[in-house]
Antibody
Framework: QVQLQQSGQGLVKPSQTLSLTCAIS??????????WNWLRQSPSRGLEWLGR?????????DYAVSVKGRITINADTSKNQFSLQLNSVTPEDTAVYYC????????WGQGTLVTVSS | DIVMTQSPDSLAVSLGERATINCKSS????????????LAWYQQKPGQPPKLLIH???TRESGVPDRFSGSGSGTDFTFTISSLQAEDVAVYYC?????????FGGGTKVEIK
């Protein structure tokens, strides 16, 4: 059974960087059939996929156009986890952020409410 | 981007009755490698992440009660709760995983009448 445990800050000031981590148990971040995603959910935007990282002999990333240029998703094989960094945040980035695994998203983290406010 | 259009936005169903949700994709989401539709259905209760119920349009996840079912192909899909139970009150979403960006329907809130 795969479990995803999120950690990171819940309050970020405008223009600063949002950072979250998702620790994986029960699977490997570098598994050749896996994909590791970040999503967010807000009343105004619904469920929004932000991006993913996956390993197929080398690392690949896909990002949503809405956040491209501001987002970085990295994998840390030594800690078996992956992370989200979102730069230059604004109040519109306020949302519950989730990590999730797969394509049909089988496993989800518990969610982190991130508020962007001064 | 593939747009997922879900209907209705909400529905109220009596206990034991059938609930049906529709989802339409803006293009075909058939995965050529297995000829299956890359369509998932989720249940979300307040304060919880979405829970995957069905993938490949009609394959139930392990442990999901058989009153939940999915059908359809190509661009038109249906999710059915055959006999609504009190614990099924939730918001339900469809999602395509045929291509990035992964996209979701707007959600359907299911309540007890």
């Amino acid at each position: 059974q795969v479990q995803l445990q999120q950690s990171g800050q819940g309050l970020v000031k405008p223009s600063q960087t949002l950072s979250l981590t998702c620790a994986i148990s029960g699977d490997s971040v570098s598994a050749n059939s896996a994909a590791w995603n970040w999503l967010r959910q807000s009343p105004s935007r619904g469920l929004e996929w932000l991006g993913r990282t996956y390993y197929r002999s080398k690392w690949y990333n896909d990002y949503a156009v809405s956040v491209k240029g501001r987002i970085t998703i990295n994998a840390d094989t030594s800690k078996n986890q992956f992370s989200l960094q979102l730069n230059s945040v604004t109040p519109e980035d306020t949302a519950v952020y989730y990590c999730a695994s797969g394509y049909g998203l089988h496993y989800w983290g518990q969610g982190t409410l991130v508020t962007v406010s001064s | 981007d593939i747009v997922m259009t879900q209907s209705p936005d909400s529905l109220a169903v009596s206990l034991g009755e059938r609930a049906t949700i529709n989802c339409k994709s803006s293009q075909s989401i058939v995965y050529s490698a297995n000829n299956k539709d890359s369509l998932a259905w989720y249940q979300q209760k307040p304060g919880q992440p979405p829970k995957l119920l069905i993938h490949w349009a009609s394959t139930r996840e392990s442990g999901v009660p058989d009153r939940f079912s999915g059908s359809g192909s190509g661009t038109d899909f249906t999710f059915t709760i055959s006999s609504l139970q009190a614990e099924d009150v939730a918001v339900y979403y469809c999602q395509q995983y045929y291509s990035v960006p992964l996209t979701f329907g707007g959600g359907t809130k299911v309540e007890i009448k």
